[in-house]
T-cell receptor, first 110, second 113 residues
């Protein structure tokens, strides 16, 4: 049963545009994450928040910024997208170790 | 930093046979090793994990083995079924409270009926 909700499912945009992806979890977890999955299915962590506080910030370009209004929401904004940003962005939450993933947002940058 | 290598990029087995997926890691401090399954068009779904205080764990048809000396862990799926077809990811992380998981590159498992 899905408990990590991501919107939109797909987004097609042009180079230089700004995009925002939303993520909400209804599991009551304290920690949320954003992962990027590229065309070869490789997964890389981008950000992690614990109770609205940033705790992991991997080396991602500055055009990426996470936004957390409360511990159930973690959004991702990309200012001025570039072609290499085309990927699936996966949101996840966890109580401790186990990650619960959303279905992902597929971004295509033309 | 930690590197996780997943040795089989694709694996095909006949229905009813066993499938084995192998992973190695580099950081001796890693102590938690989960496995995730990803079906087409979906996010990852947790299937089983193992902690470094044990070397074997079983959950129904899934068995995970951990060899800390060799820094190797493996997922065994017994009596495979067509619905086991998916991409399987191994991962490694430090103790509870560390929020960084390093994932392997994934193994695409196909179970042939």
């Amino acid at each position: 049963e899905t408990a990590v909700f991501q919107t939109p499912n797909y987004h097609v945009t042009q180079v230089g545009n700004e995009v925002s992806f939303n993520c909400k979890q209804t599991l009551g977890h304290d920690t949320m994450y954003w992962y990027k999955q590229d065309s070869k299915k490789l997964l890389k962590i981008m950000f992690s928040y614990n109770n609205k506080q940033l705790i992991v910030n991997e080396t991602v370009p500055r055009r990426f910024s996470p936004q957390s209004s409360d511990k159930a929401h973690l959004n991702l904004r990309i200012k001025s997208v570039e072609p290499e940003d085309s990927a699936v962005y996966l949101c996840a939450s966890s109580p401790q170790n186990t990650l619960y993933f959303g279905a992902g947002t597929r971004l295509s940058v033309l | 930093g930690e590197k996780v290598e997943q040795h089989e990029s694709t694996l095909s087995v006949r229905e009813g046979d066993s499938a084995v997926i192998n992973c190695t890691y580099t950081d001796t401090a890693s102590s938690y090793f989960p496995w995730y399954k990803q079906e087409a068009g979906k996010g990852l779904h947790f299937v089983i994990d193992i902690r470094s205080n044990v070397d074997r764990k079983q959950s129904q048809r899934l068995i995970v083995l951990l060899d800390k000396k060799a820094k190797r862990f493996s997922l065994h799926i017994t009596a495979t079924q067509p619905e086991d077809s998916a991409i399987y990811f191994c991962a490694a992380s430090l103790n509870t409270g560390n929020y960084k998981y390093v994932f392997g590159a994934g193994t695409r498992l196909k179970v042939i009926a």
